[in-house]
């Protein structure tokens, strides 16, 4: 049985429809993200689970419970924002009490979890500081400790690290996610960052105007991206217009490649092909059995990465290569091939634009 | 541009000189006045006087009763409707704003006949038949004439957090509305709750015209009829309330600049960090 359940759900305001028939099931414990582009809706649905917000059509079950009509109050649902929210009359002990005194428990129980979420947050050193006193880290770490003091049965967080510098992003990332598995707690978590939605979460759901495009695990997304959409925006792409050769076979770049399946469409239909970067190699690797004639445009040194772009069939193809001892920077101009195996080649029922 | 900024603004000080000498001149003329009461010499007599009369105190206490309701009765109007209009009506502030602003622009004599026509003798709620719903009347009536700065520093105080994430912050947390408006809104107004206040009181406390028309025994019709009786008196009686109202911009800047978890008159000593544990 999931533990949250969103069916049907659909959102406008006025005129203007902002999620559309968002169904969604996450497991007890899981971390699921929500991943897209500002203003696909994600905040949205996030309001509408915490109760901020009220569906236009759908319902949403916690623990089989029908809470669509809820109140926020009273909906048991712990919640982070990008903005932090502290109460800035407060201590960091106050604010994380804050949640605790409203159930009306007693002054005992209160000091004895507000000293536990500090432990698990490394900031009881700091009970006694008032938020205008804390870094942005700092305050987001007491937010979540905040919000998860009262034990909540859901957890949400709307981008709560988009304010964060780089350094301090990565660190309460890990931070978030060992908490989150440390307390068993099932948690929806909303980032426009793909490589932050990939890195901590159980699934991904990767949103486009107001619908759920794709749901998977970060590796199904994006090994397997089933639309466009999704493939484009999770991670870097190349993509090729193609049409369906035969039963088997596609056609692009200028040849046709064998051993592609495509099944159900005829010969003709429109395509696109989209190869990632890391997946084109300019030297032949096992396995690589398929090839493109192409010419080096320009090529970069980056460290652990060499990036090239190469002509393709009159379009320019970004390609990634591992760095080693032994490689030499790709020549501008020179011919060469651009390798890859029949399992990179991503066929995505969309026309590219 | 940057070469004007260079030079001594000689007339800028002349300008600021001026000004200072048109209001600091008739004060200390005023103040030596008012030491004059016992003849050849420079002594507080008029003060004394005022202070050993009752009717000053009297009438100092009913005001003052008075102006504090007033200020209570404003904040428990003011403060939920900015907080509602902030958070549900954000479209029609600029409406409410100009509503806030009548009472500057309605004289209060309107303002008063209108009272006085609305709930006089043959109204069904004659209010001004007892020394009670006059009172009631006058609180009302400078409650009104306090909103145009009431609001305003309530909702500038609104404007400097973000009351409506913090609301919901509070609510997932399982407060309700009154709760949050109670510990999360109102303690994080307070300073402007405040400076509206002081505002307030040093409106209603010398006001004349609706206190004079209703006919209560209140500082401000005492003040004119201090004017017209006496002469040293109305000197001290002036420098007071000019004392008073300095007394009330100070008390406003220190709330205004407070920190949570600072006390009103501490020294910002470097903050120490306790050590771990609660
Ligand atoms: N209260 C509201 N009133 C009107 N439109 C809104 C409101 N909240 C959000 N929207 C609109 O809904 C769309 C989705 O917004 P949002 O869920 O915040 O997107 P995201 O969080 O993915 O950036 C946006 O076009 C936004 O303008
Ligand atoms: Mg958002």
Known sequence: MSFLTLSGINKSFGANTVVRDFDLAVEPGEFVSFLGPSGCGKTTVLRMIAGFETPSGGTIRVGGADVTALPASRRKIGMVFQAYALFPNMSVRDNVAFGLRIAGMTRAQIDARVAEMLDLIALGHLADRYPYQLSGGQQQRVALARALAPRPNLLLLDEPLSALDAQIRTSLRDDIRRIQRELGITTVFVTHDQEEALSISDRVVVMYKGRADQIGTPAQIYNHPTTRFVAGFVGKLNTFDARVAGADSLAFGGQEFSGLRRAGLNAGVPLTVALRPEALSLHRRPGDELSLPGRVQHSSFLGSVIRAQVEVAGQSVSIDMFNRADAKLPVAGAPTEVWFTRDDVLVLPEVSP | MAEVSRRPPLLSILIALAGAAFFLVPLIATFNFSLRMTRGELSFAAYRSVFESDTFLSVLGFSTVASLMAIALGAL????????????????????????????????????????????????????????????????????????????????????????????????????????????????????????????????????????????????????????????????????????????????????????GQRLLQWRAPRTVEKAKS
């Not at chain 2, 404007?159 to 509305?177: C, Q």
């Open chain 2, 77 to 260: 109007i003011v403060v939920p409707t900015a907080y509602w209009v902030r958070l549900r009506l954000p479209h029609m502030r600029p409406l409410i704003e100009f509503l806030s602003l009548m009472p500057l622009i309605i004289p209060p004599v309107v303002l008063v006949f209108g009272y006085v026509r609305l709930y006089g003798t043959s109204s069904i709620l004659p209010l001004t038949m007892t020394e009670t719903g006059t009172n009631i009347l006058l609180v009302i009536g400078y409650v009104v004439l306090s909103v145009p700065y009431m609001y305003r520093a309530v909702d500038n105080g609104m404007a400097a957090i973000d009351i409506a994430t913090l609301t919901e912050a509070a609510e997932s947390l399982g407060a309700s509305r009154p709760r949050t408006i109670a510990f999360v809104i109102f303690p994080n107004i307070r300073s402007a709750i405040v400076s509206g206040a002081f505002l307030t009181f040093s409106i209603s406390l010398g006001e004349f015209v609706i206190t004079s028309l209703l006919n209560r025994p209140a500082f401000g019709p005492y003040l004119v009829q201090m004017g017209q009786d006496y002469a040293y008196q109305p000197a001290a009686l002036a420098i007071m309330a000019f004392a008073f109202t300095w007394v009330c911009m100070v008390l406003m800047e220190l709330f205004a600049t407070r920190r949570p």
